[in-house]
Nanobody, 127 residues
Framework: QVQLVDSGGGLVPAGGSLRLSCAAS????????MGWFRQAPGKERESVAA????????KYADSVKGRFTISRDNAKNTVYLQMNSLKPEDTAVYHC????????????????????WGQGTQVTVSS
């Protein structure tokens, strides 16, 4: 079992920045590729970003490329999502996710590839 605790959400104006964090516990963190998903009201959950087991491989949804950066610190069992130039359409509940994988380069973006989920943190961007 892996436990994931998301934090860092809040209310920001358009153009602002937030940094989300996700603290993991329970299993060897470096055995997991990590990702961030988001879900807005009335919409399906969508992938935002993913990072390989030890970095540096990353992948992003087209809607956030150039604005969001995913990173991880395996010594601290933590994954981050730096969000810049935020837009109202980024408003959603953000969840970090963990995917057990033997691949050192995998950066999964599919929902079904992930085994564990954080409880979510609300991000609201005002216009």
């Amino acid at each position: 079992q892996v436990q994931l605790v998301d934090s860092g959400g809040g209310l920001v104006p358009a153009g602002g920045s937030l940094r989300l964090s996700c603290a993991a516990s329970g299993r060897t963190f470096s055995n997991y590729a990590m990702g961030w998903f988001r879900q807005a009201p009335g919409k399906e959950r969508e992938s935002v970003a993913a990072i390989s087991r030890s970095g540096p491989w990353t992948k992003y949804a087209d809607s956030v490329k150039g604005r969001f950066t995913i990173s991880r610190d395996n010594a601290k069992n933590t994954v981050y999502l730096q969000m810049n130039s935020l837009k109202p359409e980024d408003t959603a509940v953000y969840h970090c996710t963990a995917a057990l994988t033997s691949s050192t380069v995998a950066t999964p973006l599919l929902l079904r590839e992930y085994n564990y989920w954080g409880q979510g943190t609300q991000v609201t961007v005002s216009s």
